[in-house]
């Protein structure tokens, strides 16, 4: 791995490291852009076949949550952390302590929070050592309910610009995954009256809120043949690829599940076919809101606001994709390079 080179590959300045004999860390911290301010993102901690691949993976994500920042007008720039698991058995809290340490010192460039395999018991740890955390247990709580709710107002403005609707009302929505987002949403979207199909691959689950929501629910694979005007990806990431995309017989793609192009070529296909795709880190972006307002000083009220503008950033993204009959993702990257480059609003 030639360390300079993947870091010009990702278009990036900076790449944090911290190795830690006594404790096993072995963590990154990729800035992709302190311009609108600290950069924020979630520590990750998993095991990688090798440390290209946790670089790569850094640094991906750092600029996914630059972009994501932008886009909802959040006066951050986007970093991530990467925390390399350590093989054997650790000590997790001196692990989490050390790694605060890191982030303190980085000197609030970089606020931390948690992402897939850290919880806000990790977060209280890393607040022993260090201010520049938010999502701990006495933080702004479960994230989930503010993504459904940015989810719900981005498919409110695809019904506009796109399917030509005033309303949610008879509005047809495949929902893969009714976990903690996708359950949210249904009930905002049922409540908005839309007629839902539901899957989950956990039965129970499925069940449970087909019966709440008088839904219908199907096989997970079988959500991909559902006739529906949007199709829902809330479950893990690709869930949009080569596979399933000639499957889908829906003329809108909106859910909250990060990268759920399995390559940007899918996106380019899906434009093509007609299929308007809300980019996944512009219409999920709710949950970072909540955890913005957060740093800022935590206010309900401010973080629902702020979520519901992501109508308006979806319409925007929408508007542009036609005009330039360009697929909304490349869209809008661009439009989060060029917030980024215009610098912190005045
Ligand atoms: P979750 O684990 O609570 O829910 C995911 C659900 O999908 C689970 O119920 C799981 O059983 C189900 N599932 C997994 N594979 C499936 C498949 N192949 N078919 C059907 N169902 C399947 O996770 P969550 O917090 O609800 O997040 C969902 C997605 O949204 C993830 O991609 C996550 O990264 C993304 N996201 C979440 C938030 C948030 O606030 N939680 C914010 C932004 C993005």
């Known amino acids: 791995m030639n360390l300079f080179d993947t870091l010009a590959r990702f278009n990036y300045g900076e790449l944090h ?18 311009r609108l301010g600290p950069a924020i993102g979630g520590t990750r901690i998993k095991p990688y076949a090798t440390e290209a691949d946790a670089v790569d993976d850094v640094l991906r994500l750092a600029r996914a949550m630059a972009y994501k920042a932008a886009l909802a007008h959040l006066p951050h720039g986007g970093g991530k952390a ?65 993504t459904a709710l940015g989810v719900r107002r981005g498919i409110e403005a695809v019904a506009k610009g796109w399917l030509d609707r005033t309303d949610l009302k008879g509005l047809r929505v495949a929902m893969q995954g009714v976990g903690h987002v996708g359950a949210h949403l249904a009930r905002e979207l049922a409540q908005a009256g839309a007629e839902l199909t539901i899957t989950d691959v956990d039965p129970a689950r499925r069940q449970a809120v087909a019966v709440e929501l008088s839904a ?65 880190y512009a219409i999920n972006a709710g949950g970072l809101i909540n955890v913005a307002v957060e740093w800022a000083g935590y206010d309900a009220a401010r973080a629902r606001r702020e979520t519901l503008a992501i109508h308006d950033t979806i319409a925007a993204i929408l508007e542009r994709s036609r005009r330039e009959d360009t697929p909304p993702g490349e869209i809008a990257d661009r439009m989060a390079e060029e917030i980024m480059a215009a610098g912190p609003a005045k």
Not at 17 to 34: H, M, Q
Not at 97 to 123: C, H, I, K, N, W
Not at 244 to 250: E, F
């Open 17 to 34: 490291l911290c190795r830690d004999e006594k404790t096993g860390l072995r963590a990154l911290v990729g800035l992709y852009s302190t």
């Open 216 to 280: 219908r629910a199907v096989e997970p694979d079988a959500i991909f043949d559902v006739p529906c005007d949007v199709f829902s990806p809330n479950a893990l990431g690709g869930a949009l690829s080569e596979a399933t995309i000639g499957r889908l017989k829906c003329r809108a793609v909106c859910g909250a599940a990060n990268n759920q192009l399995a390559t940007p070529a899918i996106g380019r296909a899906l434009h093509e076919r007609k299929v308007f795709y809300a980019p996944d």
């Open 82 to 146: 990467v925390i390399i698991a350590p093989s054997g058995a650790f000590d997790r809290a001196a692990l989490f302590t050390r790694f605060g340490q890191f982030v303190d010192g980085l000197a609030g460039r970089y606020v931390t929070t948690e992402d897939s395999g850290t919880s806000p018991s990790d977060m209280d740890v890393i607040r022993t050592a260090t201010r520049f955390v938010v999502g701990s247990s006495n933080g702004s709580g479960d994230p989930s309910p503010f």
